[in-house]
C-alpha cells in the first residue's frame, strides 16, 4: 500500500513539474547567401515558466544540439514577469553550413566525424528542450515550427 501512495505521489509531483513550462512561439527561418554555397537555418524558441528556478539546459534539433546558457542576470533573453511570477526565455540556435568545403574529401571526413561526436537525442518532434527545475532533468517536446520566409542574402 505504501508503495502505490509512493508512486501516486511521485506521478502527481512530475506531471505537476512538468507542466510549468508553455511554449510561446517557435520559429525557424532558412538563410542563404553572403558566401558562395553557405547556407544554414536560424531558431527561436520562447517558453514561459511558472517556476522562477528553472535552468534551460539542452536544445536539440535540426540532427544537432545546441547548449542553453541563460543565466538569472541575463535580461535580454530572460524576461522576469513579477506580478504573475513567471518567467519567459527566448532561446536561439543556428545553424550554417558550407557547400563548397564538401567538394575536398577529407573536409567532408572531418565534418562527419564531428558531427558523429555530438550528443543525440531520439525524440517525435522538431525539437526537444531539456530543462531542470531543482536539481531533476524534464523533456519539453516541441511537436513544429513556425516556418518564416527564407532570407536571400546577395
Not at 500500500?1 to 507542466?19: D, E, G, P, T, V
Amino acid at each position: 500500500m505504501r508503495y502505490l501512495l509512493f508512486l501516486l505521489a511521485a506521478s502527481i509531483s512530475l506531471s505537476i513539474n512538468a507542466q510549468k513550462v508553455k511554449l510561446v512561439n517557435a520559429t525557424s527561418q532558412s538563410w542563404s547567401g553572403g558566401v558562395a554555397g553557405h547556407h544554414g537555418t536560424n531558431y527561436l524558441v520562447v517558453i514561459a515558466c511558472s517556476d522562477t528556478s528553472v535552468k534551460l539546459d539542452t536544445l536539440y534539433t535540426g540532427g544537432n544540439c545546441y547548449s542553453v546558457n541563460i543565466d538569472k542576470h541575463d535580461t535580454l533573453n530572460r524576461k522576469v514577469d513579477k506580478k504573475n511570477n513567471t518567467v519567459k526565455y527566448n532561446i536561439y540556435a543556428y545553424d550554417s553550413y558550407n557547400d563548397m568545403d564538401y567538394g575536398d574529401p577529407a573536409k567532408r571526413q572531418e565534418r562527419e566525424k564531428e558531427r558523429a561526436k555530438m550528443p543525440h537525442r531520439n525524440y517525435d518532434g522538431a525539437a526537444l528542450l531539456i530543462y531542470t527545475i531543482k536539481g531533476v532533468h524534464y523533456t519539453f517536446l516541441i511537436k513544429s515550427f513556425n516556418a518564416l520566409p527564407a532570407l536571400n542574402y546577395p
